[in-house]
């Protein structure tokens, strides 16, 4: 890496799902090696003239999967699950103070906030607070409907109406999991969990 004056550079860190960008930071060779050594950021602080752990104190820590330098070699992207919250504010990212926005493209990470922000904001005629209100019995009971849609679209070999079913299911599921306070990212982790190698078998 090509170091500034002071031996550092930025790095950039970004939630590894949702590809959000989380913080930036500044690295030197020690950090970068302690980060590469232990697999959590370590950065150095400009303010307090030494090195930091993230999360060693909040716990909210950040794995790393991924680190890159740019094309000019003078700043890194470091790709993370992160613990908690990246921000010192409380928020999941430092960007927070909206400039510019546009429409987002949908993603499965969006429909499961807003669902979790409708669970807390009550709306007339809302069919997802019409869900939270009624408990969870009600929507464990549109799964089982949805599931059965699902089902009854596959032996019916139609794709449109399969994948339709599998999208009220998909959404239901997101309820549910708003309800009991799961987040999507608890699935990927249970996922990539069960996404192993071992002994030459794949489970």
Request: aromatic share 8%.
């Amino acid at each position: 890496m090509k170091f500034d004056i002071n031996g550092l550079v930025p790095a950039i860190v970004q939630d590894f799902y949702t590809k959000e960008v989380l913080m930036l930071a500044y690295m030197n060779e020690e950090s970068i090696a302690i980060t590469k050594q232990e697999g959590y950021t370590c950065f150095y602080s400009r303010s307090r003239g030494g090195l930091w752990r993230k999360g060693e104190t909040s716990g909210h820590k950040q794995q790393v999967i991924r680190m890159s330098g740019d094309c000019d070699e003078d700043s890194i992207l470091i790709e993370v699950i992160q613990t908690g919250v990246a921000c010192h504010t409380g928020v999941k990212s430092c960007f927070y103070n909206t400039m510019l926005e546009e429409q987002a493209p949908f993603s499965i990470d969006i429909l499961s906030q807003m669902i979790k922000e409708r669970k807390n904001t009550k709306i007339e005629n809302s069919y997802t607070n019409y869900l939270f209100d009624k408990g969870i019995e009600k929507i464990l009971k549109k799964i089982g409907e949805e599931s059965s849609e699902v089902i009854i679209g596959a032996m019916k070999d139609d794709c449109y109406e399969t994948v339709y079913e599998i999208s009220d299911l998909t959404y239901h599921i997101l309820v549910l999991m708003a309800e009991m306070g799961i987040e999507v990212n608890d699935i990927r982790d249970e996922l990539a969990n069960r996404h192993i190698i071992e002994h030459k078998v794949k489970q």
